[in-house]
């Protein structure tokens, strides 16, 4: 029997993040931790839609494996990443129209500093919702399986997506923070609170430079 393999992990993950509630932004640097929400908070109303294959809908156990699935999905926590961290979109859905924050992680050092219950996925996107069939799956892996999809409309996010428990996960290592860029509209009081934070942290900065439709990172001047 054939084997999925993956050689291949990015060595970066990136959050979009507002400054609407910098104090907890910062807190979460500084306190080691990644917020994991529930997914009906998420901003996609089609999150954790699935649909049941014509056998599954004719076994005996189908209502008590649906009930399991949607029991499942509200006990899991998200917490969502992308690849890019230039990308312009989301500048301007997920950090305040350019006026907050991106914070790079080492997914290497996540992985050790994160607990066993956490895990990682690259997102799949489709035009389609997805199927459940009969399987020796639990039902925990198939309401992953089912917060793993997103509709294709959502692509250009190129998500990587944590499972945990819900709540704060904590990594501890402030070293998995590698670098923060900041947006080119930051206003400049949460700019200078930002900057001297991350410095007290020994974390890195880099401003947000726009020229014509490209933008770039440039070290940040203290």
């Known amino acids: 029997m054939a084997n999925i393999e993956s050689y291949v992990q990015p060595r970066r993950l990136y959050r979009y993040r507002s400054l609407k ?5 910062m807190d979460a640097i500084k306190s080691g931790y990644l917020y994991c929400s529930p997914y009906m908070n998420l901003n996609d109303p ?6 049941s294959s014509r056998l599954l809908k004719e076994s005996a156990d189908y209502r008590a494996i649906r009930a399991a699935i949607r ?6 926590g998200v917490c969502s990443f992308s690849e890019v961290y230039d990308h312009e979109l989301m500048w301007a859905h997920y950090a305040d129209q350019f006026q ?5 992680y080492s997914l290497t050092l996540l992985l050790k500093a994160l607990g066993d219950d ?20 639990d039902s925990i892996q198939l309401a992953k399986m ?14 990587w997506r944590m499972f945990a428990g819900l709540g704060k996960a904590y990594y501890h290592d402030r070293a998995c923070v590698t670098r923060v860029y900041l947006g080119s509209r930051i206003e400049p009081d949460d700019r200078k609170r930002v900057v001297n934070a991350l410095k007290r942290l020994r974390i890195e900065t880099r401003d947000m430079s726009i020229d014509k439709y ?9």
Request: hydrophobic content about 35%; glycine content about 4%.
């Open 118 to 137: 956490v895990s990682f996925v690259r997102m799949y996107y489709d035009e389609m919702v997805p199927t459940i069939y009969r399987t020796n799956k």
């Open 214 to 222: 490209f933008i770039s990172f440039e070290d940040t001047d203290s």
């Open 71 to 76: 029991d499942n999905k509200a006990r899991i």
């Open 46 to 51: 089609m999150e954790g839609l699935f649909t």
């Open 146 to 159: 089912v917060l793993s999809y997103k509709n294709y409309k959502w692509l250009y996010e190129r998500e």
């Open 21 to 25: 509630d910098l104090d907890r932004e």
């Open 100 to 104: 907050g924050i991106c914070v790079a």
